[in-house]
């Protein structure tokens, strides 16, 4: 069992999907409002002060990455687009590149 903060939002998301498909293929999921409800049979990510959450510079999905072992370069892309989306820190992308794709009417 797992458990994570109620509420679906790219990080999340991504780790439960990464958890069913590459770690646990039985994954089931409980969903929690407070950080003490999480069941003590489950195992924790994406919250605050969590083995399986942001450590350092790195979003939840990378860290599971990094503390399972999972090396397959796809998932590591993948990885990319989670961090930038989660933490919004401007890692892979210069603040210039944001600028004229925000701008483009097209792109909303």
Same mark, same amino acid.
């Given at each position: 069992?797992?458990?994570?903060?109620?509420?679906? %939002?790219?990080?999340?998301?991504? +780790?439960?999907? @990464?958890? %069913?498909?590459?770690?646990? #293929?039985?994954?089931?999921?409980?969903?929690?409002?407070?950080?003490?409800?999480?069941?003590?049979?489950?195992? #924790?990510?994406?919250?605050?002060?969590?083995? @399986?959450? %942001?450590?350092?510079? &790195? +979003?939840?999905?990378?860290?599971? @990455?990094?503390? %399972? &072992?999972?090396?397959? #370069?796809?998932?590591?892309?993948?990885?990319?687009?989670?961090?930038?989306?989660? @933490?919004?820190?401007?890692?892979?992308?210069? #603040?210039?590149?944001?600028?004229?794709?925000?701008? +483009?009417?097209? +792109?909303?």
């Amino acid at each position: 069992m797992w458990a994570t903060r109620a509420g679906v %939002h790219i990080d999340r998301a991504a +780790c439960a999907w @990464l958890i %069913h498909r590459f770690i646990d #293929p039985d994954a089931t999921f409980v969903f929690v409002d407070d950080p003490e409800a999480v069941p003590a049979e489950a195992t #924790p990510f994406d919250m605050r002060g969590v083995e @399986l959450g %942001h450590q350092g510079g &790195d +979003c939840s999905f990378e860290t599971i @990455l990094r503390r %399972h &072992d999972l090396t397959d #370069p796809v998932l590591w892309q993948l990885a990319a687009i989670v961090h930038e989306a989660d @933490l919004e820190d401007e890692r892979f992308d210069a #603040p210039e590149a944001r600028a004229s794709t925000s701008s +483009c009417a097209g +792109c909303r």
